[in-house]
C-alpha cells in the first residue's frame, strides 16, 4: 500500500476484525503503523531517487565544463590526465578532437561535436532538474501527510501537537 492509497477513514470502517467500538490505543496504533512503515518509506525511496538524479544532473554539469574548457584549447593533440575508475589517473592523448562520444542513456553513446554535446547537455540537465522538482514536491507532499497523520494521533491522545520539551524562553 502506498501513501496515495491510503484513506485514513479506512481506519476507522468497520469490518470483520476490526469494531466500531475498538479503543482509541488499537487505532493510534494502526496510524503509527501506516506512518512508519508506509510513508516513510515512501519519502525515503523518493528522496534517494531524487539524489540519483542529483548525482546524474552534477555528472552532466561536470562534462559540460570540460567540454567548454576542451573548446578553448587551440593546440592539437592534446595531453590530459584521464580518471579510469576509483580516482586511479593516467595520462592519454587525445589526437582528433573535433568530436566526442555522449552517453546519451540505455547505454548508447553518440558522436558529437562539442557544440552539439552542449546543446544536448543542456537539454538533459534541464529534463533532469524538471524530474528532480517533481520529486522534491513528492517529497514534500508525503512529509506534509506524515505531519498530518502525527497531529491528528496527538489530537486522538490528547498530548500536544507541539514537542513536550520544554522551550527555552529568555525573557522568562
Known sequence: ???YD????????????????QPISDKVLK???FVNEVLKN????????????????AEYMKLQTSIERLKTIDSR?????IDVGCNFYMQAEVKNTDYIYVDVGMGLHVQLTFDEALRFLK????????KSEHLTD????????????????????????????????PFS
Do not use: W
Open 123 to 130: 537539454k538533459k540537465i534541464d529534463q533532469l532538474t524538471v
Open 138 to 169: 513528492k517529497s514534500v507532499d508525503i512529509k506534509a501527510r506524515i505531519k498530518l497523520i502525527i497531529g491528528a494521533l496527538a489530537e486522538l491522545q490528547g498530548v500536544s501537537a507541539q514537542s513536550s520539551k520544554p522551550r527555552y524562553d
Open 77 to 81: 593533440p592534446i595531453k590530459e590526465m
Open 42 to 57: 515512501d519519502l525515503n525511496h523518493v528522496l534517494e531517487e531524487r539524489d540519483k538524479i542529483y548525482d546524474e544532473v
Open 1 to 3: 500500500m502506498s501513501c
Open 6 to 21: 491510503f484513506n485514513p477513514e479506512s481506519l476507522l470502517m468497520e469490518d470483520d476484525d476490526v469494531n466500531v467500538t
Open 31 to 33: 496510524y503509527e503503523e
